[in-house]
């Protein structure tokens, strides 16, 4: 997947541990879990909204977007 999520680097950036994260942000650390590792289909804006707050970052800090060179018509 393109998307690349660096929630790993902004709590390590903060000395902050995943169980904090997720109390503050209102998630289960399970799903903190899964946000992490880019298993996530989706995220919700005010889930996005919440870990900015948080984090006190912006988005683009927690997404990435790669290009995989998938596109159509690349080789």
């Known amino acids: 997947m393109p998307i690349i999520v660096r929630i790993d680097v902004e709590l390590a950036k903060r000395?902050?541990?995943?169980?904090?994260?997720a109390e503050r942000v209102g998630l289960t650390p399970s799903n903190v879990a899964v946000l992490k590792?880019?298993?996530?289909?989706?995220v919700r804006f005010?889930?996005?909204?919440?870990m900015c707050r948080v984090l006190e970052c912006?988005?683009?800090d927690l997404l990435e977007w790669v290009?995989?060179?998938?596109e159509e018509g690349q080789q």
């Open 15 to 21: 000395k902050m541990s995943v169980g904090e994260f």
């Open 37 to 42: 590792n880019g298993r996530a289909k989706a």
């Open 46 to 50: 005010s889930t996005l909204e919440a």
């Open 58 to 60: 912006q988005p683009g």
């Open 67 to 70: 290009d995989d060179g998938d």
